[in-house]
């Protein structure tokens, strides 16, 4: 009798964890698409916020975008949206990294935000429109969302303007509901999801408004259980703090795998192995 409880009770294991596998491959799966259409990701190095650096051009900005060009480098940039739904170009949530301002960009209409300068420097974070104007088609651009809240406005506001842009983009977001809407309301874009180890310091915190999440949403996103809501394209993952398992995973997911940030030569070459492309931080290994 004990013989037979122990071997139901193997066979209800079994099948749990045989249950526990498939849901979790059923979570992660991705939709791979077809490699014409994202060479580009692995083909050229992604200048992240553009070519900047101490020396040189602020990042996000327009003279950063003109160096990624001139260096043919493909630019990623962030967007989010000021008070009055203009469509701008700013990492940040919060204004007091880059502009000494203890207070959230969403709190400001453009018109107050272009009066600010980013840093040091003369410059004034970019309307998105007045960046693919200046691009033109001239190399490609990767856009993270940046949106933590309900989606379908800053969606449906980027959508619609890059409905007459010609040149080749993508879009990429930490939140997979962003890119749901993109799945659902306009799918020939092509859309990554960004996860990593969601490690968050203080000064993010307090410089830049990043949000610290509680164990559970780290443990979600970093795994990618809610792919089967944004079914991405292609996966940018961080390169720090990231085990042989998940890097093990990420492949099978069959889609590009890129790796973000690269902050030197050093770092490019020992993680050219795991990725397939990379969103760069320096001008070293340009």
Not at 31 to 54: C, N, Q, V, Y
Not at 132 to 149: D, F, H, R, S
Request: proline share 3%.
């Amino acid at each position: 009798m004990k013989k037979k409880r122990l071997i139901t009770l193997s066979a209800v294991i079994a099948a749990m964890l045989l249950a526990g596998f498939l849901l979790v491959g059923f979570a992660r799966a991705a939709e791979p698409a077809d490699k014409s259409r994202t060479a580009w990701l692995t083909e050229r190095l992604i200048a992240h916020r553009g070519i900047h650096g101490s020396t040189g051009p602020v990042e996000n900005s327009m003279p950063a975008f003109r160096a990624a060009v001139e260096k043919g480098c493909a630019i990623e940039l962030d967007v989010q949206l000021t008070k009055d739904n203009k469509l701008v170009v700013f990492h940040d949530k919060k204004l007091k990294r880059m502009f000494g301002i203890d207070g959230n960009l969403s709190v400001l209409t453009y018109e107050e935000l272009s009066k600010l300068k980013l840093g040091s420097s003369s410059e004034s974070a970019p309307l998105f429109s007045d960046v693919l104007a200046m691009v033109k088609g001239q190399t490609p651009i990767l856009i993270e969302i940046k949106n933590e809240g309900t989606t379908g406005v800053l969606e449906s506001i980027l959508y619609e303007e890059l409905k007459s842009y010609r040149g080749q983009y993508a879009v990429q977001s930490f939140n997979p509901f962003s890119l749901k809407w993109f799945r659902d309301n306009a799918p020939e874009v092509l859309r990554g999801q960004l996860s990593g180890s969601f490690v968050i310091t203080d000064y993010d915190v307090e410089y830049a408004g990043t949000t610290r999440l509680p164990w559970y949403k780290q443990f979600i996103l970093s795994n990618l259980l809610l792919d089967f809501e944004s079914r991405p394209n292609f996966i940018a993952y961080e390169t720090v703090n990231v085990s042989g398992s998940t890097l093990k995973a990420l492949r099978s997911l069959k889609v590009p795998v890129i790796g973000w940030v690269i902050d030197d030569e050093a770092e490019y070459v020992n993680s050219k192995a795991y990725f397939d492309g990379f969103i760069v931080n320096t001008t070293n290994i340009y």
